[in-house]
C-alpha cells in the first residue's frame, strides 16, 4: 500500500519555473522498490505520461515534449520524488499526477499503468 500527496503547483508566466513535489508513504514495502513517474491531464485530454525514474534514480525518461525542460529526480532516503519544470509553455498547463509502479517495472518510454496515484496539483502557465 502506497499513499502519494503531490505538491509544489501554482499559477505562472510562460518561461517561468516551478517544482513539483511528490511525498510517498509506504505501508508493506519499501519507497526504492516502485519506479516512480510524474503525469499530466489536461482538461477534455487524456492523461499522459511526462517523466519516469528507475527505483535508484540512475535511469529516467520523458515525454518528447518536455525533454530538456523538465528533470525528474528522487530521494529514496526522504521517500521523496520531485519535478523541476523550466521553461514553461501555456501547453504545459494540466493537473500534475505522481504515480507508483512496484517492481519489476521499466521507466524507458513511460509507466503505462501505475499501481497508485496521488490526488493531483494544478498547474497553470499564462502566456
Known amino acids: 500500500q502506497v499513499q502519494l500527496v503531490e505538491s509544489g503547483g501554482g499559477s505562472v508566466q510562460a518561461g517561468g519555473s516551478l517544482r513539483l513535489s511528490c511525498a510517498a508513504r509506504?505501508?508493506?514495502?519499501?519507497?526504492?522498490?516502485?519506479?516512480m513517474g510524474w503525469f499530466r491531464q489536461a482538461p477534455g485530454k487524456e492523461r499522459e505520461w511526462v517523466a519516469a525514474?528507475?527505483?535508484?534514480?540512475?535511469?529516467?525518461d520523458y515525454a518528447d515534449s518536455v525533454k530538456g525542460r523538465f528533470t525528474i529526480s528522487r530521494d529514496n532516503v526522504k521517500a521523496m520524488m520531485y519535478l523541476q519544470m523550466n521553461s514553461l509553455k501555456p501547453e504545459d498547463t494540466a493537473m500534475y499526477y505522481c504515480?507508483?509502479?512496484?517492481?519489476?517495472?521499466?521507466?524507458?518510454?513511460?509507466?503505462?499503468?501505475?499501481?497508485?496515484w496521488g490526488q493531483g496539483t494544478q498547474v497553470t502557465v499564462s502566456s
Open positions: 504515480g507508483a509502479d512496484p517492481l519489476p517495472c521499466t521507466v524507458i518510454g513511460g509507466i503505462k499503468n501505475p499501481d497508485y
Open positions: 509506504v505501508y508493506t514495502s519499501s519507497y526504492s522498490s516502485y519506479c
Open positions: 525514474i528507475a527505483i535508484r534514480g540512475r535511469t529516467s
